[in-house]
């Protein structure tokens, strides 16, 4: 497949988009892709899933298993503007790289499933859309597919996400006699024959329908929007000029979502898809200026190339001609040659090179202004979530949030002279993916490896054997557990005194711990109720410090500790002998004695699981989550097929998807979207403790 890259041109920011594809697995998101690489004429021959060739999931895990695993980008030109896609995992191990990349994008493409609609990962991204405040619309895919729905689909998503859906299509003909829409908008109807599109007059069987949903359109438009509403009052109806500007008002300010519809494989609803990107969905200079810290204050950067440069890296990536560092520039303008400031770390690089980027093709360009998502060379020490500005204007980005692992697995090399090699590659994997992590096991000395699912383990270690040729010998996996406080404890004394020549030290602290109020929204609170200065303050902090210390190792089974209120409410100091080291050290004692005096429990990852099994399954599947330690939540009917729900803990699953398969045969799937902790029952904490 030949692959067109755009050449650097002098667009002004407010024709650039950059947006990201979200949506469950399998709902579409990289065929939709492919459609606008093909359609935009960055590529001529369109790209399929199914055969392995499309351009985004080009490594050879994701043709293998016919999923996206990492996040991709692209450009492409339409309309005179440039468009920086990224087409994100829908997979829920994953999610991580769905959250860095949605740090860095301005609008975003939610697609959805005609036949099943909002599906549990979509509800997942989404929620994480919201959280960074990027702006959406939907299209609804797979409209040619048996029991496809548009108005179903719809329903799902205001139920489920509760947007304000605004439509703005109507579809032409249901399921395999899908051909075309009706724009809503402009009143007129698209008809695709192959990948030729027509447009003329809405159909006469379509156009009193079409006529009602125009008139419910504006009618929920003028609800949101106040110049809508004005000229709504004082015509009854809405211009195609005064809509489409409410249509984008609304998408930037979140109070409503434009919906679209098609079928991406069939090539039909692709051009209206990128008019609205184009017309719907923020420029760079659309959204606000990017906040930082520089020396405790706040400074903002606008999007403006003359600005002092300042830049996100969201992900790095080695290849075979090198390291490649991914940067979105969100003020000024970087050089090739350019000495860049890595703040968080304190140290300066040089860029070697800068590339357009076409997934795993590369097209360099001289420099890159506001705006812009690119990749650099030459940079060897920045990490995902750094930030790089002018030496001369120094600026702290937020990173994108990590979320914490949850299942682990020990490695081990094959061979004793493959050890080295290992370490080596997974550094490098934990550099490129900050989900994942590394720690070496205390008491069994082996290197253990933690990420978010066994699907994200099994492709990283995949990834050690293909891309390094290490023969990896890989454990069970096993779940990140949590130790809190059930019943706490007050007036735990530590007096911490040591005395071998010279200046001793001394610390005398009082605390008190309880079970932490689940609303809190905080895993650990630490409180003074010292009176009269018997704690100086800088003690006060050393004391904090040294229970925190003390949290990485519970009573239990030396598992993390979570939840809990530490009040201090007492001590003494020694005029010669006190320290912060020495208030910090009676801290982590102290509180290590009042775990072990007060009643602790042990929390486990919980996850929503969703089935969807053949009516005839249904029985096995109920019996196999019951084993499982699942409680059932839900079941519907769905076109022969039963959709199950259930809250299972993540320990239970492993080897489920085999199970599953069996008891189907091969007809079930399965999806899971983490739901927070849950307490262990006791026989289940007896049997970790012997084991």
């Avoid at 492919?34 to 055969?51: C, F, M, N, P, S």
């Avoid at 080596?424 to 000395?445: F, K, N, Q, Y």
């Avoid at 890989?474 to 059930?486: H, K």
């Avoid at 005398?508 to 711990?513: E, G, L, Q, S």
Wanted: charged fraction near 25%.
């Amino acid at each position: 497949m030949r692959i067109n890259l755009p050449q650097p041109s002098a667009t002004s920011t407010t024709t650039v988009r950059n947006l990201g594809i979200l949506a469950h697995v399998d709902a579409g998101k990289t065929t939709v892709t492919e459609r606008i690489l093909y359609l935009t004429g960055a590529t001529h021959k369109r790209g399929e899933v199914h055969d392995g060739t499309t351009v985004t999931d080009f490594d050879p895990q994701e043709r293998d298993r016919g999923i996206t695993i990492f996040a991709a980008a692209v450009s492409c030109e339409w309309d005179g503007h440039r468009i920086n896609l990224i087409d994100t995992p829908g997979h829920v191990d994953f999610a991580d790289e769905v959250e860095r990349s949605l740090r860095v994008l301005d609008g975003a493409v939610a697609v959805f499933d005609a036949v099943a609609g909002v599906e549990p990962q979509s509800e997942s991204v989404w929620r994480q859309a919201d959280r960074h405040g990027v702006p959406r619309i939907a299209f609804v895919n797979k409209l040619d597919r048996a029991g496809a729905d548009l108005d179903t689909a719809v329903a799902s998503i205001r139920d489920r996400l509760h947007p304000a859906p605004l439509v703005v299509q109507l579809p032409i003909g249901r399921e395999d006699g899908f051909t075309g829409v009706v724009d809503l908008v402009t009143m007129r109807a698209l008809v695709w024959d192959g990948d030729t599109c027509a447009e003329g007059p809405v159909p006469d069987d379509l156009a009193d329908e079409a006529r009602r949903r125009r008139r419910v359109l504006e009618e929920s438009v003028a609800e949101l929007h106040a110049a809508a509403l004005d000229e709504y009052c004082a015509r009854s109806f809405l211009s195609e000029g005064t809509l489409t500007a409410a249509l984008r008002g609304v998408t930037l300010g979140g109070e409503g979502l434009v919906v679209l519809c098609g079928s991406a494989y069939r090539n039909r609803g692709v051009e209206p898809l990128l008019r609205a990107v184009v017309a719907y969905l923020p420029s760079p200079s659309d959204v606000p200026p990017v906040r930082g810290t520089h020396a405790g204050e706040e400074q903002r950067r606008p999007a403006e190339p003359r600005a002092p440069f300042a830049g996100l890296v969201f992900k790095v990536n080695s290849t075979a001609t090198g390291r490649l560092t991914y940067v979105r520039v969100y003020s000024g303008t970087i050089r090739k040659g350019d000495t860049v400031l890595d703040t968080g770390a304190r140290r300066t690089e040089r860029v070697g090179r800068i590339l357009r980027v076409q997934a795993d093709r590369h097209a360099e360009v001289g420099r890159a202004a506001a705006g812009e998502i690119v990749a650099l060379v030459g940079l060897r020490n920045a990490r995902a979530g750094a930030t790089l500005c002018d030496p001369s204007a120094p600026l702290v980005l937020e990173p994108p949030a990590v979320a914490a692992a949850v299942v682990s697995v020990a490695v081990e090399a094959r061979t004793p002279l493959d050890t080295d090699r290992l370490a080596t590659a997974l550094a490098r994997l934990v550099e490129e993916d900050p989900s994942l992590a590394v720690r070496t096991d205390p008491e069994t000395g082996q290197t253990v490896l933690s990420g978010m699912g066994e699907l994200h383990l099994e492709v990283a270690v995949e990834k050690i054997r293909r891309g390094h040729g290490i023969e990896v010998g890989v454990g069970r996996p096993r779940v990140a557990y949590r130790e809190t406080v059930v019943r706490g404890v007050t007036g735990v004394v530590c007096r911490h005194v040591k005395q071998d020549g010279g200046a001793g030290q001394f610390a005398h602290v009082v605390i008190d711990v309880a079970p932490l109020d689940a609303t809190a929204g905080e895993d650990f609170v630490f409180e003074s109720a010292v009176v009269g200065g018997r704690v100086p303050r800088e003690y006060v902090r050393a004391v904090e410090a040294g229970c925190r210390d003390a949290l990485a190792e519970g009573p239990l089974g030396g598992y993390p500790v979570t939840g809990l209120r530490v009040t201090l409410t007492d001590g003494a100091t020694h005029p010669k002998d006190s320290s912060e080291m020495a208030f910090r050290t009676a801290g982590r004692l102290a509180l290590r004695d009042a775990l072990r005096a007060a009643e602790t429990g042990l929390l486990e990852p919980v996850v929503e699981l969703t089935a969807t099994v053949p009516d005839d399954a249904v029985g096995g599947v109920l019996g196999d989550l019951a084993a499982r330690r699942g409680r059932v939540t839900g079941q519907t009917a769905r076109a022969g097929t039963a959709v199950i729900t259930a809250t299972v803990p993540l320990a239970g699953l492993f080897g489920y998807a085999s199970g599953l398969r069996g008891r189907t045969q091969g007809r079930g799937t399965f999806t899971t979207r983490p739901t927070g902790c849950a307490p262990v029952p006791a026989g289940i904490v007896a049997g970790l403790r012997t084991g």
